[in-house]
């Protein structure tokens, strides 16, 4: 089975970056479609950026509230995905999860993942 490792959270000021990575444990898996996803306590999944996983990426998903502040990048060769996160805000505070789906679904919806890593913590104080 395939495991995704996030890694790259942390405890920050508002307005400061982030890079958070995501890497597959196998350099021969190749999904559909990556996500970010995060959960703030008491809250459900939120999506942060999906994307289809062809030879570019193409298809992305996101959400108003990141558009403009965070972009997703991958690195091919090392089956590495990055989120970069810039003007951070408390209100981005959350753990962030790495998932993948082999299959063509709805890349924007958390319930059509299959794979998904521990998490990695943001903090953002004012």
């Known amino acids: 089975q395939v495991q995704l490792i996030e890694s790259g959270g942390g405890l920050v000021r508002a307005g400061a970056s982030l890079r958070l990575s995501c890497t597959t444990s196998?350099?021969?898996?190749?999904?559909?479609?990556m996500a970010w996803f995060r959960r703030a306590p008491g809250r459900d999944h939120e999506l942060v950026y999906a994307?289809?996983?062809?030879?570019?990426?193409?298809?992305?998903a996101t959400t108003s509230d990141v558009s403009g502040r965070f972009s997703l990048s991958r690195d091919k060769f090392e089956n590495t995905m990055y989120l970069q996160m810039d003007r951070l805000k408390p209100e981005d505070t959350a753990m962030y999860y790495c998932?993948?789906?082999?299959?063509?679904?709805?890349?924007?919806?958390?319930?059509?993942?299959?794979?998904w890593g521990q998490g990695t913590s943001v903090t953002v104080s004012p």
């Open positions: 196998e350099r021969s898996f190749s999904p559909f479609a």
């Open positions: 994307a289809r996983w062809e030879s570019t990426i193409s298809h992305t």
């Open positions: 998932a993948a789906t082999p299959s063509p679904v709805d890349i924007s919806r958390a319930s059509s993942y299959t794979v």
